[in-house]
């Protein structure tokens, strides 16, 4: 792959660099990629086999049309001892129009409640050594 990203902008075409030249991966700058495995209703592209479908957005686009955009908060990182990446807590909120205004919520715990069942919350793969790190 290399000095380009592998798409183009979806909406104008604009060829754009990967973020890290070398990168095997579609990764562009200035831009932002979208994966779906399709949608029920679509008659291009609902998959039931594993296979996504994959554009890129440069940036530029995404302010020409932001009116056109949404935002939705899926789950809260989980913060612990001051940190994040311990998980997330699923909820289930609106979509709204875009503001560009992030939800910067987040679900607070206390070291002996990481990795414990809490309703909605998925840990990390490693969530016993992150907890034995921070010494419970």
Same mark, same amino acid.
Request: proline letters at 5%.
């Given at each position: 792959?290399?000095?380009?990203?592998?798409?183009?902008?979806?909406k104008?075409?604009?060829?754009?660099?990967?973020?890290?030249p070398?990168? @095997?991966e579609?990764?562009? @700058?200035?831009?932002?990629?979208f994966?779906?495995?399709?949608?029920?209703?679509?008659t291009?592209?609902? @998959?039931?086999?594993?296979?996504?479908?994959?554009?890129?957005?440069?940036?530029?686009?995404?302010?020409?049309?932001?009116a056109?955009l949404?935002?939705?908060?899926?789950?809260?990182?989980?913060?612990?001892a001051?940190?994040?990446?311990?998980?997330r807590?699923?909820? @289930?909120?609106?979509?709204?129009?875009?503001?560009g205004?992030?939800?910067?919520s987040?679900?607070?715990?206390?070291v002996?409640?990481?990795?414990?069942?809490i309703?909605?919350?998925?840990?990390?793969?490693?969530?016993?050594?992150?907890?034995?790190?921070?010494?419970?």
């Amino acid at each position: 792959m290399g000095e380009q990203a592998m798409l183009p902008c979806f909406k104008c075409g604009r060829v754009m660099r990967n973020v890290c030249p070398g990168w @095997d991966e579609n990764q562009p @700058d200035e831009g932002t990629e979208f994966r779906t495995y399709g949608h029920y209703g679509s008659t291009f592209w609902d @998959d039931f086999n594993g296979e996504e479908l994959v554009l890129n957005v440069c940036d530029p686009c995404l302010r020409e049309h932001a009116a056109r955009l949404a935002q939705q908060k899926r789950f809260l990182p989980i913060r612990c001892a001051g940190m994040v990446g311990f998980g997330r807590q699923w909820v @289930d909120r609106p979509m709204v129009s875009y503001s560009g205004h992030l939800d910067r919520s987040e679900a607070q715990v206390e070291v002996e409640e990481l990795g414990t069942e809490i309703p909605g919350v998925e840990w990390v793969s490693d969530i016993g050594e992150r907890k034995a790190d921070l010494g419970s």
